[in-house]
């Protein structure tokens, strides 16, 4: 069975800092991953997906995810944060295409905290 | 990008009574939906995947005749809490794949369903 792991509860960082959130996956196969914000009391917003090709994707808002298949990880990354970054953040896994299916699996979260 | 709508956006209601939760695809198309149930400060927990044109497909442990799922057109899928109790109090997500289905999804702002 597919999933993430998203470790931390809450990451804190002080704005201007290089700010990252970690997640780690378990898959079969090919992995489909996915970063996903959510502001309080709203829907997730899309930041970034790693299908194929270059191991560092760059996405919305200055973010940037690097995918490593030896360590199975995917941590989002940003070089300086803002305290408007600070939300909840969801890694997330997806079928495969042979699945027949566009199901995501989320991980925890990470709540960001960026200090002003 | 495309927009997903969720009504209500909040809903108090008594034990016992029904409530139906709206999820649009605003402009486009989406013969698959997905509903979720976020508990505070916890992951998004997939309850189901709705079809137009069949029925839903629920994940394992949650209740069909308690979640019903109607997708009625491809640009409505209906969540009704029949004979809601307080523990069914939660924030409901849905969401939509992209057309191509292997982009990113697309989520509704949400609706915050409190039963007293």
């Known amino acids: 069975a597919q999933s993430v792991a998203q470790p931390e509860d809450q990451v804190n960082v002080a704005e201007g800092n290089p700010l990252t959130v970690k997640c780690t996956y378990s898959v079969s196969g090919n992995p489909y991953l996915f970063w996903y914000v959510q502001y309080p009391n709203r829907g997730l917003q899309f930041l970034l997906k790693?299908?194929?090709?270059?191991?560092l994707v760059k996405g919305s808002y200055g973010f940037e995810a690097e995918f490593n298949k030896s360590q199975t990880s995917f941590h989002l990354k940003k070089p300086s944060a803002l305290v408007s970054d600070s939300a909840l953040y969801f890694c997330a896994v997806r079928d495969p295409p042979t699945s027949g299916t566009y199901k995501y699996i989320f991980g925890t979260g990470t709540r960001l905290k960026v200090l002003a | 990008g495309a927009v997903v709508s969720q009504h209500p956006s909040r809903v108090i209601c008594k034990s016992g009574t029904s409530v139906k939760i709206e999820c649009r695809s605003l402009d486009f198309q989406a013969t698959t939906m997905f509903w979720y149930r976020q508990f505070p400060k916890k992951s998004l927990m997939l309850m189901a995947t709705?079809?137009?044109?069949?029925?839903?497909?629920?994940e394992q442990g949650v209740e069909k005749d308690k979640f019903l799922i109607n997708h009625a057109s491809l640009t409505l899928s209906t969540l009704t809490v029949t004979s809601a109790h307080p523990e069914d109090s939660s924030f409901y997500i849905c969401?939509?794949?992209?057309?191509?289905?292997?982009?990113?999804?697309?989520f509704g702002p949400g609706t915050r369903l409190t039963v007293l």
């Open positions: 709705s079809n137009e044109g069949s029925k839903a497909t629920y």
């Open positions: 969401s939509a794949p992209s057309a191509g289905g292997w982009d990113e999804q697309f």
């Open positions: 790693y299908i194929t090709g270059d191991n």
